[in-house]
């Protein structure tokens, strides 16, 4: 199973991870707060849980920032009309990722 991991100190974060579980009816996502977070076989800097989203998939591979974004948003149907958008070539990684930064840099943490 997919593992999403997310700082649970943050109300944004936790409004995000809200409505992506409301949304993942084939539930393909485990969402694990950061705090609770802890695997010996996957070297992870857990700094990271404080400044992104982390998706551990079930092959292993490691996301985080707009591919961990993309990555989950793929995966839940609600989401399929607009999914070709997160696939330009070049264009949706640049501009993904910027916007993505803009936001999480943005958002207010406190619980």
Same mark, same amino acid.
């Given at each position: 199973?997919?593992?999403?991991?997310?700082?649970?100190?943050?109300?944004?974060?936790?409004?995000?991870?809200?409505?992506?579980?409301? =949304?993942? @009816?084939?539930?393909?996502?485990?969402?694990?707060?950061?705090?609770?977070?802890? +695997?010996?076989?996957?070297?992870?800097?857990?700094?990271?849980?404080?400044?992104?989203?982390?998706?551990? +998939?079930?092959?292993?591979?490691?996301?985080?920032?707009?591919?961990?974004? &993309? !990555? @989950?948003?793929? &995966?839940?149907?609600?989401? =399929?009309?607009?999914?070709?958008?997160? !696939? @330009?070539?070049?264009? *949706? +990684? !640049?501009?993904? *990722? #910027?916007?993505?930064?803009?936001? *999480? #840099?943005?958002?207010?943490?406190?619980?």
């Amino acid at each position: 199973m997919n593992k999403v991991i997310f700082d649970n100190t943050c109300n944004f974060c936790l409004d995000i991870k809200f409505v992506f579980q409301k =949304l993942d @009816i084939f539930k393909f996502f485990n969402w694990i707060e950061a705090s609770d977070y802890s +695997n010996s076989n996957i070297e992870i800097n857990k700094n990271l849980f404080n400044e992104t989203i982390v998706v551990l +998939n079930d092959k292993g591979k490691i996301f985080t920032e707009f591919r961990a974004c &993309r !990555y @989950i948003i793929t &995966r839940i149907p609600f989401f =399929l009309p607009v999914v070709i958008f997160f !696939y @330009i070539p070049f264009l *949706s +990684n !640049y501009l993904g *990722s #910027k916007v993505y930064r803009i936001i *999480s #840099k943005r958002r207010k943490c406190y619980v």
